[in-house]
């Protein structure tokens, strides 16, 4: 059922360049969250510290009692075995059969036999839709068939907690659509806890439970899906709604004299909230809250037109064509 991963006032520095300080969030256990930032706020260097690739300045990374961030190289090496990591471009072994990429790890960090070692290949392939493709090399495929063998591999030691690195970095809209519908599907099967690092707005709006926002270092924000959605907090606004007015410029952060430029009165209203992408079976998500509890919870009437079911437009449409407005469900 996943690990919680517990990060405590994480601060990273590279000599005197702050990336982020005082960072504290929990990843719940078996739930897809998301972070988001704009670019070169950190958000690999984030990854990279809770798999203790890169050792923080201070704070903690905990999983089942142990504490990545001063934890001795013993026990990181057994505490990295419940993670399995999509980095950005697959990081394929480009002399290596897609089949023998899939099978390193087992073969690194297992006794199996190939037998065995055969069967859990073809199992991974057959979830990430790659059968007929094992015999291949790296740059005889896809884009998107990449990263799927990079998943299949993140998955072969049967990880407890998956980070995903932008896995929709350099995909179009379509091949997009399809690894966020196989992160959501891998997500009801697998039940592992999931962080995904992306750029995509339109997956931070379906795909997890979870979102966060990296900004000025520091984390803005991380919270439920329909806290981050409903937020008037401006950088959040802005990022989440791909808006140029608000705080996040061009570089990073704007100063107060072109924030006092800017009109606000012309800021764009929130769009409804989507409902999240389900299992392609359309069964609930294993940790899934009915549409709207958070905001019903919480006091917040979430944007009007929020959580309705539309069922001639996909999922993944509904950010773009936000139906009309009317009551909250
Ligand atoms: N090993 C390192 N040594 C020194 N600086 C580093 C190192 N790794 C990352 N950085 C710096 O940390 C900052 C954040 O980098 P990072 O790649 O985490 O950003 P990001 O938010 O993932 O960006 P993007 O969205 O563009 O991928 C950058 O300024 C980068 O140059």
Redesign the pocket.
């Known amino acids: 059922m996943g690990v919680e991963v517990r990060v405590e006032g994480l601060t990273k520095s ?1 000599g005197k ?1 702050t ?1 982020w300080r005082d960072v504290s969030l929990t990843l719940p256990a078996g739930e897809i969250s998301v972070m988001l ?1 704009p ?7 984030f990854l990279k510290a809770l798999i203790g690739l890169l050792k923080p300045d201070e704070g903690h990374v905990l999983i089942e009692g142990t504490d990545i961030a001063t934890c001795s190289e013993r026990d990181l090496y057994e505490i990295r075995k419940l993670f399995g990591v999509l980095f950005q471009d697959g990081a394929m072994f480009g002399s290596m059969t897609l089949f023998d990429n899939v099978a390193f790890p087992l073969r690194e960090h297992t006794r199996k036999s190939e037998t065995e070692i055969r069967e859990i290949v073809m199992e991974k392939m057959t979830m990430v839709g790659l059968v007929g493709a094992e015999g291949k090399l790296p740059a005889e495929i896809s884009g998107g068939m990449r990263k799927r063998a990079g998943l299949a591999r993140a998955l072969v030691l049967e990880p407890e907690i998956v980070l995903f690195d ?1 896995p929709d970095s350099g995909l179009d809209p379509v091949r997009t659509a399809f690894i966020n519908q196989l992160i959501v599907d891998l997500n009801a099967q697998i039940e592992a806890t999931f962080l995904i ?1 992306t ?1 995509d707005i339109n997956t931070a709006r379906t795909v997890p439970d979870n979102i966060g926002l990296l900004f000025h270092r520091h984390l803005a924000m991380f919270g439920p899906r329909e806290m981050l959605l409903s937020s008037e907090e401006p950088a959040v606004r802005q990022f989440l709604n791909a808006q140029t007015v608000g705080p996040i410029g061009m570089s990073e952060e704007k100063d107060a004299d072109e924030l006092a430029l800017e009109d606000h009165s012309t800021l764009p209203p929130l769009p409804p909230i989507p409902l999240q992408l389900l299992p392609t079976d359309r069964r609930p998500r294993p940790t899934q809250a009915p549409p709207g509890a958070w905001c019903a919870a919480n006091g917040v009437v979430p944007p009007p037109g929020s959580f309705r079911d539309d069922p001639v437009t996909p999922h993944s449409m509904r950010v773009q064509n936000p139906v009309s407005s009317g009551g909250a469900a």
């Not at 670019?39 to 260097?45: A, I």
């Open positions: 590279f360049q990336i930032g670019s070169g706020t950190g958000k690999s260097v932008e690092v750029h």
